[in-house]
């Protein structure tokens, strides 16, 4: 299971804690940036420890054999899996910012801070290592918004550029709250027949929902910008899915 405080916790990766973010600024999360515990030195093939891991066993996380997504890193940067809990451990692999197949292995351990940070343990094509559970999440259902986003803005919004035109959106579905939504650009911006472009809205005030993937659509035949074509959105679970990827 994982609570709404780990939102609040990121190529050299992604695996710190940044500082707090605005809905109208992507974060800055290139490099290790976490106050992390000493170095304890562990094995981890196979999911045992040969050594004592630094922090403390904690019982936030997956079950063993839970499948989940990254989210909220940026599109020109990786997740790093670590050989064990903390930033003062060695990269053993890295994780494109939209895997969806990153498998738990059941552990997870606390660092105190400050920050404090949640780790959890993950198999990664045959490699075992440690991820900062901030970056990882349930992936549940994907749905058409666009009719809810066009409400909510009062109109189809209209931008220079698709970046602008998906942070608009990615802002409509954003807290700015405590917890204040960090947005990231998860997929560049492409123009094709349409225009596309992908935002993580990370951080949300219910405990079940982390946050949303806005994948948006724009229509360039005006000739002058992008006009909001469609919005899908993917729900990020803090705790779970169910068999209709609806949050638990």
């Known amino acids: 299971m994982v609570v709404a405080g780990l939102a609040a916790l990121g190529a050299c990766g992604d695996d710190g804690e940044p500082e707090a973010a605005t809905t109208t600024e992507a974060p800055t999360t ?33 079950a063993e054999g839970e499948i989940l997504g990254v989210v909220g890193v940026a599109h020109d940067d990786v997740l790093n899996v670590r050989d064990g809990p903390g930033t003062a451990n060695d990269v053993i692999a890295t994780l494109a910012p939209l895997a969806d197949d990153v498998e738990a292995t059941g552990r997870h351990r606390y660092l105190a801070g400050p920050p404090g940070s949640f780790w959890w343990e993950v198999s990664v094509d045959g490699s075992v290592g440690w991820a900062n559970a901030a970056f990882l999440a349930w992936l549940g259902a994907t749905d058409d918004a666009t009719a809810g986003v066009v409400a909510r803005l009062g109109g189809r919004p209209t931008a220079d550029t698709m970046e602008q035109l998906g942070r608009i959106v990615a802002e409509s579905q954003a807290s700015t709250d405590d917890p204040e939504s960090a947005i990231t650009l998860t997929v560049a911006p ?21 946050g949303v993937r806005v994948h948006v659509f724009g229509d360039p035949s005006g000739g002058a910008g992008f006009v909001l074509d469609t919005v899908e959105l993917t729900v990020l679970c803090g705790r779970g899915a169910d068999d209709d990827g609806l949050c638990v």
């Open 30 to 62: 290139t490099g290790d940036t976490t106050t992390s515990t000493p170095s304890v030195r562990t094995s981890t093939t196979g999911g045992s420890a040969t050594t004592e891991l630094p922090g403390e066993d904690s019982d936030i996380g997956p």
């Open 190 to 210: 492409t123009v094709g027949d349409l225009g596309e472009v992908t935002f993580d809205v990370v951080g949300l005030a219910d405990d079940s929902v982390l």
